[in-house]
């Protein structure tokens, strides 16, 4: 049984027209403590958090808002917490009016987010690791309207918005309800709160249209759907804050809705994404919405630029590149390899690592890319050899063989029976 929400109480009503104006810099998916194939992220991380210091002052910021994946784990190593807070206190030094808005993630844990909520103001930070709830009188429990809704403070510190601060919502958290319910008495709640001031609403979600990195997002899925319908949002905000999909991206809908996207390329599948921090400014009910890119401090290249290459010119690419033997190693570029094969290739790895000898470069994958030959069914071609799996392929080949049909469910049993006697008998000399 869905249980009603009611709404808090209205606030006093302000017509558009004497709205104070409010600077709110939105952000996301910082995750801190982040590793590539086994390269640590925190060069990168702190020059972020520098330059987003600076441009919090040269945009006269009010309100920073990140909507989550703050981590890139559940449990970060404690660097990655000591930057966050170390953040946080440069951040109240440098603009001590201004409100930082923290959400959680589906990469945080929600009370790893909450854990130093008491030890500061809330005038100064907040925090919403995971949508609170509360009990009602006729038992059960609902979500708390009251506790999701902050108001923003204007350049002068009277309350120029509202804020709707929704997290991730794991199915524990939503109970009997729904997004779409949830989202629905959150809009309703936060409208009336506002009054004529402008209300920012957030989320940590997957919306359709959405623009998905494969590599590095995890997928999340809510109430049986991955991608959630644009229908979760009205007219009534002046802006919806989303984080989760790294690129910084505009989803068409009624209102202005935005990804601020990741800092910086967390796969290669990132590496052309323009990165970047959103600044909103509202006034008179209007949202004004300007990107400002962030420097990106290390590059991320693939050889070969696009798609995959044979062998030899892989190597040649590789050792024509010309690097700043000078840099320290955590700015050292990225590289990603993709050969293209068309059987077996045994000295491909030992070439690129040879290659690679003695450069300024970190490795993150090489990648074998199949490519078609007469004799290959079409199935595999363009595959990674590394992720295809055994019956795949014994299913390309029957049907290349045997007019597209599929192998008979006898032969595929007989074939999966194969697999696991080969995956479980011990090797010579092994003991069983």
């Known amino acids: 049984m869905t249980h009603p929400m009611p709404s808090p109480a209205p606030g006093p009503a302000l017509t558009p027209a004497l709205t104070p104006a409010l600077t709110l810099v939105h952000t996301s998916d910082w995750h801190l403590g982040h590793v590539l194939a086994t390269h640590e992220r925190e060069a990168e991380h702190d020059a972020f958090l520098a330059w987003l210091l600076d441009e919090l002052d040269a945009q006269a910021a009010d309100v920073l808002l990140v909507t989550g994946d703050v981590y890139d784990v559940a449990n970060p190593p404690v660097a990655a917490t000591r930057r966050l807070y170390r953040f946080l206190a440069d951040a109240a030094r440098r603009r001590p009016a201004m409100l930082t808005v923290i959400l959680g993630g589906n990469h945080d844990s929600a009370a790893r987010i909450n854990l130093p909520a008491p030890l500061l103001d809330e005038a100064r930070v907040r925090f919403f690791g995971a949508l609170p709830r509360k009990a009602l009188p006729e038992g059960g429990s609902a979500p708390d309207l009251d506790a999701l809704l902050v108001p923003l403070p204007g350049p002068g510190g009277e309350t120029a918005a509202w804020l709707a601060a929704v997290p991730f919502c794991r199915p524990g ?14 809009t309703e709640a936060g ?6 001031l402008p209300l920012v609403l957030t989320g940590h979600l997957h919306v359709a249209g959405g623009d998905v990195s494969e590599l590095s997002e995890r997928r999340i899925v809510v109430g049986g759907e991955e991608a959630q319908a644009i229908t979760l949002f009205d007219a009534r905000p002046a802006y919806v804050a989303l984080g989760h999909l790294h690129r910084a991206q505009a989803i068409a809908g009624p209102c202005p809705i935005r990804y601020a996207g990741s800092p910086f390329p967390l796969s290669a599948t990132e590496r052309d994404y323009r990165h970047a921090v959103t600044v909103v400014r509202l006034s008179g009910g209007e949202a004004a919405i300007t990107d400002v890119p962030i420097p990106r401090p290390v590059p991320f ?33 990225f590289v990603e390899v993709s050969v293209a094969v068309t059987g077996p290739e045994p000295h491909l790895q ?83």
């Open 173 to 186: 958290d939503l109970g009997a309800e729904t997004l779409a319910t949830l989202y629905a008495a959150v």
């Open 191 to 196: 409208a009336a709160r506002a009054g004529g």
């Open 301 to 333: 290249l693939a050889i070969p630029p696009q798609g995959a290459a044979p062998l030899d010119d892989v190597v040649r690419q590789l050792e024509a590149l010309a690097l700043d033997a000078d840099l320290p190693r955590e700015r050292h570029p």
């Open 350 to 432: 030992s070439r690129v690592l040879a290659a690679l000898d003695g450069k300024p470069l970190r490795l993150t994958r090489i990648v074998r890319q199949q490519v078609s030959v007469p004799d290959q069914p079409a199935p595999l071609a363009g595959a990674d050899l590394g992720d295809l799996q055994p019956e795949a392929v014994f299913a390309a080949l029957y049907a290349a063989r045997h007019g597209g049909h599929a192998p008979p469910d006898d032969l595929a049993d007989a074939f999966a029976r194969l697999l696991v006697e080969v995956n479980t008998t011990p090797a010579v000399g092994e003991e069983a």
